[in-house]
């Protein structure tokens, strides 16, 4: 298959006296990495539940490979997804877990074994979940999402309680799968810790775009996604002022 891009297109969201994003452009181009960067409360969370079609936007609109999510035939084969929050039931191991979710969404059963040597998972894989750090439950988040041998990978803050090795780990994986030709976002408030996984950046705050691009293109002078976030904010703060 080929490469499946995802462009955001004029999202808002408003919630009763929030507006969570708004007006919001984005491309996320295949076969790269693209960071979704922005502070708490930046409205990540929401785009990325706007983007699987969990939460209604009030305007504006998300392709997939040029489709809406509702409109993919097969979407989980065609996007993955993480979001943050996702558990498993405290009894089950991770290979009970996924073989309920493979067997929900209808993929052969192979895919459990596929999916956890995939992942290095084998060695912990029938241990029950509530023995599992917080490294293991990411990972199995991300085995989840990834049973349906999907195109596009969301995931919501990944890098949240990993250790070093794990955040090393997560960042060969990802480049491996965007190797692949494959679509790759990853949310974060960590922008120095997601600038050296990521090709491209999306940041955003108060719901708003602040910049798009290549890492080179958004900092050419490699001061770091933080100074340059912190120097955007500043302007944007200061025009709202003379306002
Ligand atoms: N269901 C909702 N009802 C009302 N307000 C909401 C709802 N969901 C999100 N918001 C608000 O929208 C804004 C954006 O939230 P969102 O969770 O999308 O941000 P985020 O960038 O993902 O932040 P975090 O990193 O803290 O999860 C926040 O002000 C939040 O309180």
Redesign the pocket.
Known sequence: MAGVPIEVQRLTKR??G?T??EELSFSVPPGQITGFL??????????LRMILGLVQPTSGAVAIGGHRYRELAAPNAVVGAAL?GAYAHPGHSARSHLRVHCALAGYPACRVDEVLAQLEMTEYADRRYRTYSTGMRQRLNLATALLGDPQVLLL??PVNGLDPQGIAWLRRFLRDFADQGRTVLI?S?LLAEVQQSVDRAVVIHR?RLLASGTLAELDPTRTGLESVFLNLTTEVLTTEAAR
């Open positions: 919630y009763r929030v969570a994003v922005g502070p708490n409360g930046a409205g990540k969370t929401t785009t943050d919501d803050e949310s408030h719901g």
